[in-house]
């Protein structure tokens, strides 16, 4: 039997990028043989984190479009019109057995053109209101693996499979690791940890917000390990010299961050949301406004309304210390909010999202 030849797209966004390295890596686990090639924007982080992985990439001349009015939307057409070129050429080439999206502009002109050379396809979606490129493209491919319910108001509903989204597999047991975090960090576990994450570049809102509050923490007894990204890093780090304050660009052992955090607050992209529900810990989301459809406030509030996390708005960051610091005096609100999100875990999702690919790969 040949080996499968399989087309992964998706990027722009490490939400869509990581996901789709996870596919990636479960497919070559289940199928070594199997020949993988990512395609993405040329430009954007998927040129550089796939490569990383150990993955094949192409690169598309492809951008979204602009919600405001502005040049930029003019060469739109153009880019277009190119990439579906270039798709083309990349699928009539690579001959692939299935193409998988997983959101991102790349993955509309990608699946587009598979779905013409009538090559199966699947897409999966992160968020709980559904990204563009995603929405146009359901009509047409075989199944759709969402991470949330009530999507049907979007896709198809006889497409649609829950499977979650795809995780590190090293968060699967870090109740296992609170010492090795906690040597690894060198806390002191009289005192509670605050792990603030505001994602790879960092949350500006999120900075000023711990920046502000900093002698609070300290009042509340309370430590951290604070996050701010790699755009604030050089403004933040200064604050590595008060005591009770660990200020990281980037966090590489994050199962052991995880693992040692009584408390987090975080973004509520669709990764993170997914990391948080296996990680079982009390959680305040501060949702990014910066993002299109406001999905981090959806995603937020998908798991507010099920009493399993807190959320505080940009515009109400001024509650952030009242409502902290109640959270911090309620070891029942604690425990409630920890055991209702983590009974929304969806810890099989990478294996869940490749066996409907299997599925498809053996129709």
């Known amino acids: ?15 869509h990028i990581y996901p789709a390295i996870a596919i990636a890596n479960e497919i070559k686990a289940r199928f070594p043989n199997a020949n993988i090639l990512f395609v993405g924007a040329k430009d954007k982080m998927e040129m550089e984190k796939v490569p990383q992985a150990g993955y094949k990439i192409e690169g598309l001349w492809i951008s979204g479009i602009q919600r405001k009015l502005t040049s930029k939307n003019a060469s739109f057409p153009f880019k277009l019109i190119n990439s579906l070129w270039k798709a083309r050429k990349i699928i009539r080439k690579f001959k692939p057995d299935i ?75 870090i109740h296992s690791k609170l010492q090795a975090g906690t040597d690894f960090y060198q806390l002191d576990k009289s005192k509670k940890t605050l792990l603030v ?28 390990i604070w996050q701010c990204g790699k755009l604030y890093f050089d403004e933040y780090k200064k604050y590595n010299e008060n005591e009770g304050v660990q200020v990281h660009q980037f966090i590489n052992k994050m199962d052991l961050a995880y693992a040692t955090a009584d408390f987090i607050l975080s973004r509520a992209g669709a990764s993170s949301v997914s990391e948080l529900c296996i990680v079982g810990k009390p959680v305040i989301f501060i949702p990014s406004l910066n993002v299109a459809e406001d999905h981090q406030t959806k995603n937020a509030k ?32 604690q425990q409630s909010l920890s055991e209702n999100i983590n009974e929304l875990a969806l810890p099989s999702a990478t294996k869940d999202i490749v066996d409907e690919i299997e599925n498809l790969l053996n129709k």
């Open 1 to 15: 039997m040949k080996p499968y030849n399989i087309l992964i797209s998706g990027g722009g966004t490490g939400g």
């Open 99 to 173: 193409a998988i999206g997983t959101g991102g502009f790349a993955s509309g002109p990608t699946l587009i053109m598979a779905n013409r050379r009538k090559i199966p396809t699947l897409i999966q979606e992160q968020n709980s209101f559904p990204g563009i490129t995603n929405r146009l493209l359901c009509k047409r491919v075989k199944k759709i693996c969402v991470a949330y319910d009530n999507l049907e108001r979007f896709f198809p509903a006889n497409k649609i499979v829950k499977t979650g989204n795809p995780v590190r597999q090293d968060l699967l047991n």
């Open 197 to 224: 994450l505001g994602g790879s570049l960092g949350a500006h809102k999120i900075n000023q917000l711990v920046e502000t509050n900093l002698d609070f923490f300290k009042n509340q007894n309370v430590e951290l």
């Open 302 to 333: 998908s798991i507010v309304d099920k009493h399993a996390a807190l959320m505080v708005k940009e515009s109400e960051l001024e509650t952030f210390s009242v409502v902290f610091e109640s959270l911090l005096k309620d070891i029942g609100k």
